[in-house]
């Protein structure tokens, strides 16, 4: 069984950074590819960044420049650096594994594996 913990979320002004971090269980994470997710209220759960096994990464447009992804394979742990956060970017934020590592689809049905999630809120 896979199981993936977020957490770094909290409350922050608009202008500042937060870090979260999703750590995974189980012997194969440097084979997956892994994403972030965020979801509002009222709204679809949508594709923010991902990493393959290999380092390549995916952002989603609306984070390019203020978003970066990373992963720690002897951690078993991904992160997602936020930085400039804006009020719109408050939303609970997912983070998915895929067993298929090289590949970054931003369709979350793509996704294997999901955490519990983990608030974001950014005050204006």
């Known amino acids: 069984q896979v199981q993936l913990v977020e957490s770094g979320g909290g409350l922050v002004q608009a202008g500042g950074s937060l870090r979260l971090s999703c750590v995974v269980s189980?012997?194969?994470?440097?084979?997956?590819?892994m994403g972030w997710f965020r979801q509002a209220p009222g709204k679809e759960r949508e594709f923010v960044a991902a990493?393959?096994?290999?380092?390549?990464?995916n952002y989603a447009d609306f984070v390019k420049d203020r978003f970066t992804i990373s992963r720690d394979n002897a951690k078993n742990t991904v992160f997602l650096q936020m930085n400039s956060l804006k009020p719109e970017d408050t939303a609970v934020y997912y983070c998915?594994?895929?067993?298929?590592?090289?590949?970054?689809?931003?369709?979350?049905?793509?996704?294997?594996?999901w955490g519990q999630g983990t608030q974001v809120t950014v005050s204006s």
């Open positions: 998915a594994a895929r067993r298929q590592g090289g590949t970054l689809p931003v369709d979350r049905l793509e996704y294997n594996y």
């Open positions: 189980g012997r194969t994470f440097s084979s997956y590819a």
């Open positions: 990493i393959s096994w290999s380092g390549g990464r």
